[in-house]
């Protein structure tokens, strides 16, 4: 039951209202002032009835006790009845009605505070739960204190220990995870390999089938990713199909697959097809279409190929036999078959334990654990997942062993089942993040910084110590990775998730799920009935839709107990109705309409002041009004403008945390210092001291002004810096702190990279587009210690002078567009640590260079380090034969 969000956020509010705010708006309000008694009696309230819970039912499996799932969901009504009435009083004693052209006594504000429904429903609960509810602890609200109360979190906590085995510290814990476990797949691999470089100059098509979770996609990336294919194919490209697909996006998929990306927004679908045909012709090229559901979406991607007699293929991976069948008459069909009992059992062992030995007492329950799930990779998968967070006991993994059966059915709706158990054992504190995933369009990559903030604006996150938000989302997300239930879909260099993504059957749990509990409201193509618009919207917490339906039809009467709105559609009535109703969504805390090209924000929205999310898209300027939003953790902005005026009043927000545009943000003044964490691209105003307006931050790009000087050393926090035109007269000085630097049109002396060696924890630097000026960078004497990743890219230089002890930490090296660089030194190639050389086919010198390197590596029996031309990567054999131009062209 996801409950412990909505609790875990109303006692945080009730203390904050019980012990002040920071902002001046509610801080010693005399009309919240007044309510003080309320607010003492409901925390009293609430903590006698968790403290009851705990008493009762504390050491066992929440989901094995229908009381218990009864009381929690009562519980977590009751939570959310408080919050709204509590959200709609402060609305009304703290917005600016004569701003947003409302009357405080409308139909959804209330100026007084009515918490008797709340108190009774509370008395029931207790009444219902234990006769021994008089020997509970009583809390004393006059000496909690905001920093030493106790947190709600006691409550989640001792749930998912009891749901998970787990403790605090251990799930807050990341992990670096370890590689795809793939078992069972070698010899399937090796037959479509053998017909993907069959000696045939036509264009064919190979098909894998199977059902969902049986292993297609991770077959398809086996051999995406295999060397040989990667050598014999000059082009490869990956697009992923969805039931509900898009033509045009499809396109772009494979033009950015394919490495072109600029102008693809504004290309007409015209124009994106004659780009793709023109890629591809007269080149030897391997597409994978991934995940096809229809005979009719094949007939629209086919004409996309050229079919020249230069040996290409196709990969398709699909559910359905009809399809594969359509394709192409002739073609190569491959039903990829079930795992082996002895298979299942050896990838539920390598995904449990990792190598390590399985414990002779748990082998018997361990292989009827594999092979009661029929053979299918994902079941193996899940439940591998939950053993590995389970206690390594003989009685639970027979317990687990029984149950399997009754989950695992052999049809799709059998493997929700699987899925589902893998679900009920999520400690409460993953469960929101879990469930929420689902709401996101089919194939969504979730990239984890946006994640990361709209669990925190969702309440499903709080800080905690001395971890940040950022780094707790981050230890949840792994916790969803190592149970299975996420996949990694990207990497940043040193292994770190960059963007995930669930599988399709773990989407379709999560949406059922969600719908049992009330979680949240998808609304995809499908017609809406009046009943669903008079009653679901009401009940609903969190709207998901990609449709372009009218809010006026949900307006009436108001529905203030939404509190997100996801709006995935270019949407014109949106924007038209937008102003005249918000106020029926008073509560929302996160709103996201940047698929809508808004006008101007309407004033009306600065009713929404528990908004902690927004995204948008603006064809005008920064709207003044969202300085009234002064709950706003998150602002996204996108807009078409080269540069945004950030207003002085932008320092209201004393919530937010994040601030993050498209385009460049100016600062002309700002009236007091933020709390902001990271912020794009920004400029500063002369009038500005800069190094006073973002105190806290951690992550700062900014665009320097001629002739100032930086003291970046007084930012204690900041650990990623983006700097933009520093000029050669400017003095600038970097905090100690600094992990990641990019410089880009600085034009700087190479001799203040000896400023740049001495910081101590910088991991990445990136330098770009003449970020020094000049055409020799001896490196010689200056020692990079925890450089990991280094990038040059458009410089001048010609001389690059350094030794392997230059960089003694270095993995990962790339140099692109860098046209008069003669050559890599050759030490480079010597370091231990280096995983990875990446270049473009631009300058001949350079790619004669790195061959040179990659055969003198293989000489000395360095076979791990990788190097690549235009994301082709040199083999052995091309080193010695020095390979054929053309292939980079």
Known sequence: MAYAAALEMLMDNLKKLLHGNHHPLINNNPMILSEKPQFQLLYRELASIIQTLFNLYGDHHPYELEKVRDLKKRLKDVAEEAQDTIDLYLSAVTVDFTNSRLSPTSDVFKTSLDLENVIRSIDNMKMDSSPRIEETMTINIDNMKMDSSPRIDSLETRFARAAAGTSTSSRLETRKPLEEIVVGLDHSAEIIRDKLTEDTKQLSIVSIVGMGGQGKTTLATKLFNDPFLKYRFHIRAWATVSQTYIKRD?????????????????????????????????????????????????????????????????????????????????GFVYSLPYLTEEESWELLLEKVFHGAKCPEWLIEPGIQIAKKCQGLPLSVVVMAGILAKEEMSKDLWEKIAQSVTSYIVGDQKGILKTLALSYHHLPCHLRECFLYLGGFPEDQWFNIKRLTWLWGAEGFIEESGNRSLEDIAKAYLMELVDRNLLIVAKRKFNGDVRACKLHDLVRELCQEKAKEERFFLKMDWTPLSSQLRETTWKKQRRVFTNQDIYIINFAHPPVPGVRSLFWFLKSTSLIDELASYCRSFALLRVLDIQKCKLGDLPKGITVLVHLRYLAIWLLLGFPPSVCDLWSLQTLVLNTRHSRMVLPSKISDLVNLRHLRSNKGLLLPTIEKSMDLQSISDVMFGRRVSFEKCFPSIKKLAVTCNPDDEYHFESFHYLETLKLREVFRQNQTWFPATLKKLTLLRCCLPWSDMSIIETLPNLEVLK?????????????????????????????????????????????????????????????????????????????????????????????????????????????????????SESEWE
């Open 250 to 330: 499809l396109l772009i998929q494979i033009l950015v697959s394919v490495g072109l990306q600029q102008g693809l927004d504004k290309a007409s679908d015209s124009q994106l097809r004659e780009t793709l045909h023109k890629k591809l012709m007269g080149r030897r090229y391997l597409i994978v279409i991934d995940d096809i559901w229809s005979i009719e979406a094949w007939d629209e991607l086919n004409m996309f190929f050229p079919s020249d007699n230069t040996g290409s293929r196709i990969l398709l991976t699909t559910r359905l036999n009809e399809v594969a069948s359509h394709v192409e008459s002739h």
């Open 767 to 883: 330098l770009k587009e003449n970020a020094f000026d000049g055409a020799q960078w001896n490196a010689g004497d200056q020692q990079f210690q925890q450089l990991k990743f280094l990038r040059l890219e458009k410089l001048n230089i010609q001389q690059w002078e350094a030794y392997g002890t230059s960089f003694p930490s270095l993995r990962r090296l790339t140099l692109l567009c860098c046209n008069n660089l003669e050559e890599i030194p050759l030490e480079i190639g010597e370091i231990a640590t280096l995983e990875l050389i990446e270049t473009d086919s631009g300058n001949n010198s350079l790619v004669k260079s790195v061959k040179k390197i990659k055969r003198e590596q293989d000489e000395e029996g360095n076979t791990e380090l990788k190097i690549t031309v235009d994301g082709v990567e040199l083999s052995t054999t091309l080193s010695e034969h020095e390979g």
